[in-house]
Each structure stands twice: as structure tokens, then as C-alpha cells.
């Protein structure tokens, strides 16, 4: 399983996850298949930003209905972590609803990509996802 990201998009967000580099910043990534061709960052509305992530639900849900009303998918979710270590957290776990979604996480210039279990499958799965990094992707 691969997906593909720009180079542009990821060092956006690298430069996103630097600028708050105390906190988690968080956002939701967007695409088609296997082209990640964007993100919004959305406010991290958690009560502990330093160790926790909650993506704004009023975003996420303008971004879900961009995407029902013929927008970019929302593939999934991008979240950082300032101490640098991309895998995915206890915290991580406990909240991942099992949608097949994708989640990256970043920090400290390094990145992870994972797909959430997919339907069916128990809560708190992470299947690593290989990311090749392109300088352009182009419309499917
Ligand atoms: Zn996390």
C-alpha cells in the first residue's frame, strides 16, 4: 500500500508543525487515490495542545461537506508530534475510529503515514503506509 504526497503539501506542513513547534498542530489531509494533494490545517481545539490533538469539528465538517458537494476527499488526518517520534501514540490509538482512514504524523522534519483499521477490524490498528514524496502530482 503507497501513497503519494507532494512535496510541496508535506513541507507545508513540516513548516506548519515548526512554527508551533510546543504544541500539536493538526489538520486534515486532502486527495484522490493515492495522491495526497493537499491539506487545511484546522485549529487543535484539545484542552492540551501540547499533548493532544482534536481536530476543530466546525473544519472537518465544512471539509466533509466540500467533499460531498464534489470537493477534494478527505483522505485523513495530519497531526504532530513535538518530541519528533512519529509513531502513533497510546492517545493516538485510543481515538482512531477504524475508517481506513489515513493518519500522518509528523515532527522534528520526520513524517509517518498509517491507515487506521479498516472497517470491521478492532479500534487502535495502525497499518504503516509507504510515502513517496514527488515534486509534482498530477490530476488522476
Ligand atoms: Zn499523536
Do not use: K
Not at 515548526?18 to 486532502?30: F, K, P, Q, S, T
Not at 481545539?45 to 465538517?61: C, G, W
Amino acid at each position: 500500500m503507497r501513497q503519494r504526497i507532494s512535496r510541496r503539501v508535506l513541507d507545508a506542513i513540516h513548516a506548519a508543525a515548526e512554527a508551533d513547534a510546543g504544541r500539536e498542530i493538526c489538520g486534515v489531509l486532502l486527495g484522490e487515490g493515492e495522491a495526497i494533494t493537499g491539506w487545511a490545517q484546522a485549529a487543535n481545539v484539545a484542552e492540551d495542545p501540547a499533548t493532544r490533538f482534536e481536530i476543530d469539528p466546525a473544519a472537518l465538517f465544512r471539509l466533509l461537506r466540500a467533499e460531498r458537494a464534489g470537493g477534494p476527499r478527505v483522505m485523513g488526518y495530519v497531526h504532530s508530534h513535538p518530541s519528533g517520534d512519529v509513531a502513533p501514540s497510546v492517545t493516538d490509538a485510543a481515538m482512531a475510529a477504524p475508517d481506513g482512514r489515513l493518519w500522518m504524523i509528523v515532527g522534528r522534519g520526520r513524517q509517518a503515514l498509517w491507515r487506521a483499521g479498516p472497517s470491521g477490524e478492532r479500534h487502535g490498528r495502525f497499518d504503516p503506509v509507504d510515502l513517496d514524496v514527488t515534486e509534482a502530482v498530477a490530476p488522476a
